[in-house]
């Protein structure tokens, strides 16, 4: 991966000190290992599996992996770092899940670093501490044709449509009123 660097001065980037910043730490490493694939992590929110033919109907939910929402509130630290670290939590068969042996589907060991471990175990309880987890919102980026679009309409036809005195803001130019004529549907 490549130099993640904010070109942005330190003063105007968000860096929040308390536990916001581990829930914004943690959700990039949330995102990063697609945890919300099979987990639900905020209110709502609907997992891939969850639309999976295999897990409707109640036999089907039950089968499903276990809501995160309040984990940090419901495990110890200490443990859940074990878990992570080896979530068949035994040295033998480490092709199980620890914890809910019966289900199909596993948790996968992730081998995760010391660092995203560490900030995974913030994560959780930090988002068990609040009622509604806060969630960095995602900044959507524009694709190539889109941005293409956005560029012609301040340039060509469109430009020149924003600029006929009809559709000039009434007031903006208070001394040259529209000719009755120039503005036709013909004309655009
Ligand atoms: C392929 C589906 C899948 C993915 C992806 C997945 N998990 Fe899990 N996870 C499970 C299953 C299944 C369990 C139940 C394991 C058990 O009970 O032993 C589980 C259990 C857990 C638990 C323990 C819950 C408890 O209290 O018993 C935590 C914490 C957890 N996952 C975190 C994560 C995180 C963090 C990620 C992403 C880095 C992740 N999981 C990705 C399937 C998944």
Redesign the pocket.
Known sequence: MGSQENPLPASYQYRPLDYRRDIQEGWW??KK???M???QLIPGQRTSLMSMTRYQGPDGQEQL??K?LT?GA??DPDW?LR??RN?SLSDKDTNR????TY?Q????T?SFSENELGK?VRF?QALARQPFPYIPEEVPVLTAKETEMARSLFSSTARAVLEMPCHRRSGSRPHRPPPPTSCKPADV
């Open positions: 490493v949330v290992y697609n945890c694939g099979c987990h992996p276990p995160l984990e419901r495990v859940l878990f992570l979530p899940n620890g914890v809910r289900l589907v596993h948790m996968p992730f995974l959780f």
